[in-house]
Antibody, heavy 123, light 108 residues
Framework: QVQLVQSGAEVKKPGSSVKVSCKAS????????ISWVRQAPGQGLEWMGG????????NYAQKFQGRVTITADESTSTAYMELSSLRSEDTAVYYC????????????????WGQGTLVTVSS | DIQMTQSPSSLSASVGDRVTITCRAS??????LNWYQQKPGKAPKLLIY???SLQSGVPSRFSGSGSGTDFTLTISSLQPEDFATYYC??????????FGQGTRLEIK
């Protein structure tokens, strides 16, 4: 069965960067897109961007353009999300999720999700 | 960006009740609408995709309908395990995937 396993919790200082990994198993990594969705404490879901591993093409939400980089390593079936210039408002649980793609664009729905990675930004 | 507005924001209901949650898009999104259920401390779970298609393994008491700008998620007979937060998501604007703000379903 398909599983997405994310890296562990992180505590970061404001202004630093964090890189979260998402390792896929049980499916064909290159046949899908991987998106990153975050959820601040007590808040809703926010799509940050996604990548189509077979093309290496990444789409980003405008809010995160220039601050987020999403990459994928097909050889290890692992996707990565790096967020820079961290601020306290970036404290959240970050999820990876598998979805479809069309052309060079990441699409939903998201049928499998990672377990989430808590990133805490604090001085 | 396409804005997704859910109503109500919270809802109290009893086991056995029929419940409907509404999601409205700020512009037409055809049927590119998905519904998720999230329980505290857990990742979201896909319930309905393409507005009305039931995801594999999801109980048939869940159903979705709508197209264009107005969509509904219906739970025909609430079960104890259905108390959770529900989110709609549009994937019509592929560079701007957006979620609704969520509907919290609580036990009355």
């Amino acid at each position: 069965q398909v599983q997405l396993v994310q890296s562990g919790a992180e505590v970061k200082k404001p202004g630093s960067s964090v890189k979260v990994s998402c390792k896929a198993s049980g499916g064909t990594f290159s046949s899908y897109a991987i998106s990153w969705v975050r959820q601040a404490p007590g808040q809703g879901l926010e799509w940050m961007g996604g990548i189509i591993p077979i093309f290496g093409t990444a789409n980003y939400a405008q809010k995160f353009q220039g601050r987020v980089t999403i990459t994928a390593d097909e050889s290890t079936s692992t996707a990565y999300m790096e967020l820079s210039s961290l601020r306290s408002e970036d404290t959240a649980v970050y999820y990876c999720a598998r979805g479809d793609y069309g052309g060079n664009s990441v699409l939903g729905p998201f049928d499998y999700w990672g377990q989430g990675t808590l990133v805490t930004v604090s001085s | 960006d396409i804005q997704m507005t859910q109503s109500p924001s919270s809802l109290s209901a009893s086991v056995g009740d029929r419940v409907t949650i509404t999601c409205r898009a700020s512009q037409s999104i055809s049927s590119y609408l998905n519904w998720y259920q999230q329980k505290p401390g857990k990742a979201p779970k896909l319930l309905i995709y393409a507005a009305s298609s039931l995801q594999s393994g999801v109980p048939s008491r869940f159903s979705g309908s709508g197209s264009g700008t107005d969509f509904t998620l219906t739970i025909s007979s609430l079960q104890p395990e259905d108390f959770a937060t529900y989110y709609c998501q549009q994937s019509y604007s592929t560079l701007r995937i957006t979620f609704g703000q969520g509907t919290r379903l609580e036990i009355k």
